[in-house]
């Protein structure tokens, strides 16, 4: 029988060479524990009464759904109790979730969006989790605050997501690229199916919600025009366009096959900052695509170096494949037509 890298094994080489400790390797398998259980739960959609509305709002005023409820208790629930974390951040909380009493505390910070594109939820399409680690700079007899997330997205030690799709996938970088495990529904593991994980430079795909096309910016029409004229303009080929409303599967698509994706700043989310939130859903993913060879930008800096203000900070997304990203950046800094 072909032998067969799982998640542990995968983990346990990289603690050998250094790139993870131990209490940090012990954290991404409960996390990806708890991923396997939000899948579990995904999946079983109606049967399991865990769809439509939780009849409650989160932090950010969004209605939330049953299964961001649920998701957000598995992750809380796992992560309580090892003694590799100093606190936990979620969407679904307005400040810091504390380790229980009853636990030691660690030397890890761990955010996380439990449950990405839940709209899609009711429609059988794609979602996912995804999580960042960061260090804790407190000792362990002092409680993390809210400041002490505030770090910009370079100082991450981990990040990745899940995608509960047609397969269940994890993703992660710890630093030394970007590595996918599929999960074998019948064995429980998540086996590394996809090593270093590269975005081509060039692509000729891109995705961006085109029903704000009249809120965005200068930069944002002409790139897009540009790409909109095919083999016609500027670009001298046809683009496509993919959308599939769930950041981490439109980020997914980009890290499997290429492309460029964009929640930009424009005129309707310009009071917020953006649309996508920084800490547990800009700076994981920005990582992700860096490490695989792709670049992400607000349009105006790099993503991961954006210092934090506020724990749901809200920032603009522009990433995928080098050239085209580039290209949209450098638009931002020319003058207006
Ligand atoms: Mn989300
Ligand atoms: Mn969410």
New binding site residues.
């Given amino acids: 029988m072909q032998h067969r890298v799982g998640f542990t094994q995968f983990l346990v080489g990289e603690q050998r060479a250094g790139r993870v400790p131990l209490d940090l390797r012990l954290l991404l398998e409960v996390v990806a524990h708890a991923a396997r259980a939000i899948g579990a739960a995904v999946s079983k959609g109606a049967l399991a009464g865990v769809l439509g509305e939780a009849g409650t709002e989160n932090v950010q005023g969004e209605a939330q759904k049953k299964l ?1 409820v649920i998701a957000n208790e598995i992750l809380l629930r796992a992560n309580a109790w090892g003694g590799h974390l100093g606190a936990m951040a979620s ?2 909380a307005e400040t810091v979730c504390r380790i229980p009493s009853a636990y030691p505390r660690g030397d890890y910070l761990l955010l996380f ?6 709209s899609n939820i009711d429609i059988n399409a794609p979602v996912g989790t995804i999580f960042s680690v960061l260090r804790n700079p407190r000792r362990k007899d002092e409680e993390p605050a809210e400041a002490d997330f505030l770090q910009p997205g370079r100082a991450q030690l981990a990040a990745g997501y899940a995608i509960y799709g047609p397969s269940t996938q994890l993703v992660l970088t710890v630093g030394n690229g970007v590595h996918a495990f599929t999960l074998d529904r019948e064995t429980g593991d998540f086996i590394h199916t996809h090593p270093f994980m590269t975005v081509p430079a060039q692509t000729r795909e891109y995705a961006i919600n085109a029903s704000n096309m009249r809120h965005w910016e200068a930069p944002v029409r002409r790139y897009i025009a540009e790409l909109q004229q095919g083999r016609g303009g500027p670009r001298g080929v046809d683009f496509n366009m993919r959308w599939v409303a769930a950041m981490v599967a439109d980020v997914h698509r980009v890290l499997t096959r290429g492309g460029i994706f964009m929640y930009p700043l424009d005129e309707k989310c310009r009071a917020q900052g953006g649309r996508l939130r920084l800490m547990y859903e800009a700076n994981p993913m920005a990582l992700l695509v860096e490490q695989a060879g792709g670049a992400a930008s607000t349009g105006r800096e790099c993503i991961l170096d954006v210092v934090p203000q506020r724990l749901h900070q809200r920032v603009p997304v522009i990433l995928g494949s080098r050239h085209e990203v580039e290209r949209l950046v450098s638009f931002h800094g020319a003058p207006a037509a």
Avoid at 113 to 118: F, K, Q, Y
């Fill in positions: 961001d969407e679904e969006d439990p449950l990405d594109g839940s």
